[in-house]
Structure formats: C-alpha cells, structure tokens
C-alpha cells in the first residue's frame, strides 16, 4: 500500500479535522438516539475494552456495500481486528478503528491510522444512505478508492460525508458503549495518544 493511501490520519489531516471541528462547534446540546432493528446482513459483534467496556453489534449492510462488506467480515474471520485500539476519537462526531497493520495494542502507537490490511484497497461504493449517529462508514485517503480495513462508528449526524464515504452498516446494540469510548485530543485531531480503548474481540454473526 502506497504512502498516499495511509492517510486516514488523510481523512482526518486532509478533511474531516477541520470538518469535524466546525461540526462540533455547531452540534446540537443533544443528539437524537439511534435505534435500529436487525436486519438480513451479517452482523458484525465488536467486545470493547477500556473506558468502555461492552458489546457493540454492527448490522452490515451487504446489498448497499458488497465489496466493503466482504473485506470487513473476511478480516474478522481471520481475527485481524483482534486487539485494534480506536486510535482517533473526535468527541460529538465519531470513533475511528480497524487499522490492522499500526493500530494493534503493542504495535508502534504513532503510526496507527496510517496503515491497512494486505488486502487491495477498494473502489467506492457510495449510497444515499445519510451519515447519522450509530451509521458506521469506511475510512479513506483522498483517494475515493482507498478504504481497506479502517472504519469509524458516527456519535451525531454529519450531513457533509454524505455520499463521500461508503455505508457499511448501523450499530444495532451498544451505542451506550460507543459513547462511552475513550475521546482523543481534540488539538491533535481526535488522536488517543495514551491507553487507547481496544476491540478485544472481532466476530461475525447472523
């Protein structure tokens, strides 16, 4: 993978930083709660462990993003996402995840969010579906086509990722969990620089 195919420290350095500091300096006092039923994808059932501690069950979304699917749930059959910190965390906006190559505990903590899985980055597969809280999206460089392993799960609605970043599921249980994840710098763009929260555990379920 290529150096400009690293930067989801892209999507925060390039775009979401300076869009995610207006949104929260625009956020609403509350946000609405996200509540969804199951729906006929697999489900993707994530254990955190940190200042959160619990269950988080991701319904993906397999007719609205095959290909990203397909990478997400083969890599959590594989144990990849075993022991992957939420390495950038922008409070009022969303927790981001999954860098399988930098972002393992005892990995090199500085560069997580700069790497991928070995398999092949993927071409975009934008929806119409919104960027609303509890929506879980893939991560990218600048690149549409270049997400690979690393997601973020949505606190708030964001309406500017809109058809900019792939859907690939909605957190059907455990967005109290969410919340609860450990929020980052917010100088420093959401990184976590000390004692990240970590998804202990990766499983796909139906």
Do not use: C, W
Not at 65 to 93: C, K, S
């Amino acid at each position: 993978m290529s150096k400009e195919n690293l930067i989801f420290g892209g999507l925060m350095a390039a775009g979401l930083a300076v869009l995610g500091a207006y949104y929260v300096s625009t956020l609403p006092a509350t946000a609405a709660s996200h509540s969804e039923a199951d729906g006929p994808g697999p489900n993707l059932e994530i254990t955190v462990a940190g200042e959160a501690n619990g269950t988080i069950v991701i319904d993906l979304l397999p007719d609205v993003a095959p290909a990203h699917v397909e990478q997400i749930t083969t890599l959590a059959a594989e144990g990849a996402y075993d022991n992957v910190v939420f390495h950038r965390v922008i409070e009022g906006f969303m927790a981001q995840t999954g860098d399988v190559e930098f972002g393992v505990i005892g990995g090199d903590a500085r560069m997580a969010g700069r790497g991928g899985s070995d398999r092949p980055d993927l071409p975009a597969e934008f929806s119409d579906i919104p960027y609303e809280r509890g929506i879980v999206g893939m991560a990218r460089a600048q690149n549409p086509n270049s997400a690979n392993s690393q997601f973020f799960i949505m606190f708030a609605e964001a309406p500017f990722l809109n058809g900019q970043y792939t859907v690939v599921g909605r957190v059907i249980e455990g967005m109290d969990v969410v919340d609860a994840i450990k929020r980052g710098n917010q100088a420093a763009n959401g990184v976590v620089a000390d004692s990240p929260d970590v998804m202990t555990s990766v499983r796909v379920t139906e």
